[in-house]
């Protein structure tokens, strides 16, 4: 594919990174607001699994907003978005083995079968990233973008999942304590 069709293609998917970019950055907020409100909770010594949780939940969300206001960027290039795309995709899977080796640290926490599958859905979108990383820089592939649509709704999703379960957890934990 040539520049200028990549391009267009591109362009082709604005409206669609634009209501990305809103959306992850509405929900970046609202993860903010309550992770700010639950901060006590948060900050305990003993619950660093929860830290990581709202890390992870926080970086997919950040990981969205990069990814759309990078293809919003003007004039595309398949080399520049394809090394943007996979550099993102391995800062991904690196700061996810990291918030892994977090909860896994602690003694009192497992590492779950349902913690495991939050952590995945970022594994994930990584891989779909580093594929659109690889078919934008190789051969101008504009047609891969529809992995990068699929890769963000992972990314959204598993930010949502896990968000939702640390909240869970914190209130648990807050009526275990005013139950004592």
């Known amino acids: 594919m040539d520049a200028a069709t990549f391009a267009a293609t591109l362009a082709s ?13 509405a929900l970046l907020g609202l993860l903010f607001v309550g992770v700010s409100i639950n901060l006590g909770a948060l900050s305990l010594t003993e619950r660093a699994d ?3 949780k709202a890390e992870q939940a926080f970086s997919n969300l950040l990981y969205v ?3 759309s206001l990078l293809l919003l960027g003007p004039d595309s290039d398949a080399t520049g978005d394809g090394i943007a795309l996979g550099s993102i ?3 991904a899977v690196l700061r996810t083995l990291g918030n892994i080796r977090a909860v896994r640290r602690l003694r009192r ?10 952590f995945s859905w970022t594994v994930v979108a990584a891989l779909m990233l580093g594929y659109v990383a690889v078919r934008f820089w190789t051969v101008a592939d504009g047609r891969a973008t529809t992995f990068v649509l699929i890769a963000t709704l992972v990314l959204m999703f598993g930010a949502a999942d896990t ?3 640390m909240l ?3 209130s648990q934990d807050e009526d275990a304590r005013a139950s004592a």
Do not use: C, K, P
């Open 65 to 67: 907003l990069a990814i």
């Open 50 to 52: 929860l830290r990581a």
């Open 109 to 118: 926490t497992s590492l779950n079968r349902a913690s495991l599958r939050r």
């Open 13 to 25: 998917w604005s409206n669609v990174f634009l209501a990305e970019a809103g959306a992850s950055a």
């Open 163 to 165: 968000a939702w379960e």
């Open 89 to 91: 995709a391995v800062v």
């Open 168 to 170: 869970v957890e914190v």
